[in-house]
């Protein structure tokens, strides 16, 4: 609970971007699913495709938002829109080298789960971005 009052107050001062603040609190589909999929799965591998499944979503929500922002946006935007998803992308295969690297490798299945929920946050946090940036400029 103070923990959730403290995270409040931040965003009302705008400490924290708006879409983090939200975010948290919000349920998606996506993440619906996926907590339904994780309670039912038996093994690692199954907890494994529980979040590869959501990735993929999310990956899709991320070419809806942008596909979106390309029909909305005009043309210098739509430039300065693809300079930064092929900029995220690098960040997101680096950042996804690094947690191969420093989890997903140590050893024992749990640590694959683990490194796929990491990498899971990483795609939903820019396509809930992309979302905002859409809703903000349609």
């Known amino acids: 609970m103070k923990k959730g009052f403290l995270k409040f107050v931040f965003c009302l001062i705008a400490i924290l971007p708006l879409n983090y603040c939200i975010a948290d609190e919000i349920k998606y589909p996506i993440d619906l699913n996926e907590e339904k999929c994780l309670s039912i799965a ?31 946006l005009p043309k210098e935007k739509i430039d300065t829109l693809e300079i930064s998803q092929k900029r995220w992308k690098e960040y997101q295969l680096a950042e996804f080298d ?13 640590y694959t789960v683990i490194a796929n929920s990491n990498k899971n946050e990483i795609i939903k946090k820019r396509a809930l971005d992309l979302k905002y940036y859409y809703e903000e400029n349609k």
């Open 42 to 72: 038996y093994s690692t591998a199954d907890m494994r495709k529980c979040t590869y499944d959501a990735m993929n979503s999310w990956f899709k929500e991320i070419d809806k938002y942008l596909a979106l922002l390309k029909k909305t």
């Open 98 to 110: 690094a947690i191969n690297a420093l989890i997903h490798n140590k050893g024992g299945t749990i």
